[in-house]
T-cell receptor, first 112, second 112 residues
């Protein structure tokens, strides 16, 4: 069974640019969550999507947005990038949004 | 605000030693999960504890959920280099759909 796939694995951007990250969940999983991981703040929840609807949102500015498609694949967009957005962005899927989270290996975003 | 505090933050021990990692909160959770994350990879679920006072064993790892469902501990017996990684606890709140809050993390290094 294929795991959660995140693309790209690495990304380098400059301040002010925007970026789109992609996440393909495990087949059959309808819930996709996004997390930001940094050494200082740890793993911070961004948002969760279930059946194309955002069900839950963390405390991040509006520059961070996401969406989910009918096949459960999800994208996350960050606009007007800031140096502080440098982080590992992790996507996790689960069957119904309950139970265990299955994580991808993340996208490492570096802002210059 | 970090709801789940883990201690210690860092731990470097020799192979064969025992260790305990603590996860504490002032909030009550419906369940508590433990994940391990290795460099360059996403977190992987180790265990979920649901009942207050519950103890679960996974080979050399013993997980305990506090009676009040506010805290948890992870004990590793005879640590091995393969145990090296970042250990994350995650508190789960239910209510229509689950909300997961991750702890601050404990970075463990086991030296051969």
């Amino acid at each position: 069974k294929a795991g959660v796939t995140q693309t790209p694995r690495y990304l380098i951007k400059t301040r002010g640019q925007q970026v789109t990250l992609s996440c393909s969940p495990i087949s059959g999983h309808r819930s996709v969550s996004w997390y930001q991981q940094t050494p200082g703040q740890g793993l911070q929840f961004l948002f969760e999507y279930f059946s194309e609807t955002q069900r839950n949102k963390g405390n991040f500015p509006g520059r961070f947005s996401g969406r989910q498609f009918s096949n459960s694949r999800s994208e996350m967009n960050v606009s007007t990038l800031e140096l502080g957005d440098s982080a590992l962005y992790l996507c996790a899927s689960s069957l119904q949004g309950t139970g265990s989270l299955h994580f991808g290996d993340g996208t490492r975003l570096s802002i210059l | 605000t970090q709801l789940l505090e883990q201690s210690p933050q860092f731990l470097s021990i020799q192979e064969g030693e025992n260790l305990t990692v603590y996860c504490n909160s002032s909030s009550v959770f419906s369940s508590l999960q433990w994940y391990r994350q290795e460099p360059g990879e996403g977190p992987v679920l180790l265990v979920t504890v649901v009942t207050g006072g519950e103890v679960k064993k996974l080979k050399r790892l013993t997980f305990q959920f506090g009676d009040a469902r506010k805290d948890s501990s992870l004990h590793i017996t005879a640590a091995q280099p393969g145990d090296t990684g970042l250990y994350l606890c995650a508190g789960v709140r239910s209510g229509g759909y689950q909300k997961v809050t991750f702890g601050t993390g404990t970075k463990l290094q086991v030296i051969p």
